[in-house]
């Protein structure tokens, strides 16, 4: 396998994402409904659609300018702090990423811990908090872990995505400190949080592009 990911492996990435985002709306929208406004796979669905179309037109030439057009189509189509969220981790993810046609496993390794690092920084959120940083923070530090540990970008990627699955779960028991859903208190409890899902989602979509062999 590989230990590249080429930009239009990224782009495989994205579209896998904006497709599950669809398909998955419903489940999110539900998720939000029980602790927050009942919108976020709508506006999910907005944002990937947009990041697609400008995919389908693409006139940037690097990871890094990709990753910049990508969040910021993120942060002007979706709506509620979820736009912010996810356009900070895509632009934070082009700012360290390199202006080159690939980015290797520790390159992705870096962009995405600089992009969990900016969504943490924007949104002041730590894990236990009940956010898309229960995912996203064991997500990277598992693949962190693997790749240090000499394992492969495939097996590390698959790795980091099981461990957002399981930080998404993780959720269902806290009690929100962080959002809308904190102001919620004990009634918040009961309910895994949608961010985190919908980052599971995000996660899962490039261990699957890069299982496909989307990596060069």
Do not use: C
């Amino acid at each position: 396998m590989p230990e590249t990911l080429t930009i239009d492996a990224i782009q495989q990435w994205l579209h896998r994402f904006a497709s599950e985002i669809t398909t998955q709306a419903d489940w999110l929208t539900e998720l939000d409904s029980a602790i927050g406004d009942a919108d976020h796979g709508t506006n999910m669905v907005r944002g990937t659609a947009a990041v697609v179309a400008k995919l389908d037109v693409r006139s940037t030439s690097t990871v890094q300018e990709l990753l910049k057009a990508v969040g910021m189509t993120l942060v002007s189509t979706v709506g509620g702090a979820s736009g912010s969220l996810y356009g900070t981790f895509f632009l934070e993810m082009g700012r360290n990423s390199p202006s080159s046609v690939q980015l290797d496993a520790s390159e992705l390794e870096n962009a995405l811990r600089a992009g969990v690092n900016g969504v943490i920084a924007r949104g002041h959120a730590a894990v236990g908090d009940k956010t898309m940083i229960d995912a996203l923070e064991p997500a990277v530090t598992v693949l962190s872990r693997s790749l240090a540990d000499g394992r492969q970008l495939h097996g590390s990627i698959a790795a980091a995505a099981a461990a957002a699955t399981t930080g998404r779960d993780s959720t269902e028991p806290l009690v929100a400190r962080k959002g809308r859903a904190s102001y919620l208190g004990d009634r918040s409890a009961g309910h895994i949080d949608p961010g985190a899902a919908s980052a599971t989602i995000l996660v899962a979509a490039l261990a699957a592009s890069v299982d496909e062999g989307n990596a060069r």
